[in-house]
């Protein structure tokens, strides 16, 4: 679903899930990604984080059909994002009736070391 | 020759990487401030039926908006890392619409830069997004 947004595909976002039923996004590495010399942008980090945390709520069978809405997001940076493919994973602290809660991770090659962290709040319309 | 001033270097530099996808270019500035625009594109939206345009290129333009303010501010060319970024999401940003982030760098310290930032889409006084960032300077002492 997010794979199809326009701004999904203008960052090269695509979805991802494993063999445990985990579901995520990755973006392979672009020139039109870097930011600094060598690095990937922090405003792009920053919208990856942002669009997996819009997946994770999209893939919840009851919010299907729902126009949800971004309220705030938080992000940490905490390592320099290199110019290779991205992964990020979210998931929903709370699911309200009105507001839903969600954080997430972003890592390259190891998942153990993130480059960046996220929360979210985003009203469900 | 009288050197460079660094902010000018940053203003004349050609867009390149992610700036120059968003065609993100300078407006104005003022000793502690930048504002910085980029113009709306189809691929910023969410869903190009409805026409929701993306949180995503907001955030960009903030981060790049913070950056050119902590340089406006401090005349120094410094590389630095964004340390962590807020942004309250006011409204969605209207299709068609220029984005305009104005930052501006509030306190330097030996290390940190703190920055906050207002985004409009063509009339300051009715904000699509309010963001407080602060950045590293990741150069040796």
């Known amino acids: 679903m997010i794979e199809r ?64 809405r971004p309220i ?25 009736k009105r507001v839903v809660n969600v954080d997430a991770t ?15 709040h985003i009203l469900r319309a | 020759m009288e050197p460079e ?28 401030w930048a504002e910085l625009a980029c113009p709306f ?5 969410m869903d190009a039926g409805s026409g929701l345009v993306s949180s995503g290129p907001v955030i960009s333009l903030i981060d790049a ?4 303010a902590i340089i406006a501010r401090t005349r120094r060319w410094e590389p630095m890392a964004t340390l962590d970024l807020r942004v309250d999401y006011l409204r969605a940003a209207r299709p068609e619409c220029t984005l305009h982030a104005r930052a501006t760098c509030h306190r330097v310290t030996r290390r940190v830069a703190f920055t906050r930032c207002e985004v409009h889409d063509g009339d300051p006084a009715n904000p699509v997004a309010f963001a407080a960032a602060s950045f590293f300077f990741t150069s040796e002492p």
């Not at chain 1, 930011?35 to 919208?47: A, E, W």
């Not at chain 1, 972003?106 to 979210?120: K, N, V, Y």
């Not at chain 2, 594109?41 to 939206?45: K, N, T």
């Open chain 2, 65 to 68: 908006a913070a950056g050119a």
């Open chain 1, 72 to 96: 705030n997001i938080t992000i940490d940076f905490l390592r320099g994002g290199l110019m290779v493919e991205s992964y990020a994973q979210a998931r929903i602290v709370r699911l309200g």
């Open chain 1, 5 to 68: 947004a326009p701004y999904a595909q203008l960052l090269g976002v695509r979805e991802w899930t494993d063999a445990q039923g985990n579901a995520g996004l990755f973006m392979p590495a672009s020139p039109v990604l870097e930011g600094r010399q060598g690095f990937l942008y922090g405003g792009v980090i920053g919208s990856l984080l942002e669009l997996a945390c819009l997946a994770a709520l999209a893939g919840e069978s009851e919010v299907a059909g729902e126009r949800p």
């Open chain 2, 41 to 45: 594109s189809a691929g910023f939206l």
């Open chain 2, 5 to 32: 001033d660094p902010f000018e270097r940053l203003k004349s530099m050609p867009p390149r990487g992610h700036h120059a996808l968003l065609g993100i270019y300078h407006i104005a500035a003022g000793a502690d």
């Open chain 1, 106 to 120: 972003c890592w390259q090659s190891d998942r153990e070391s993130p480059i960046a962290t996220g929360r979210m």
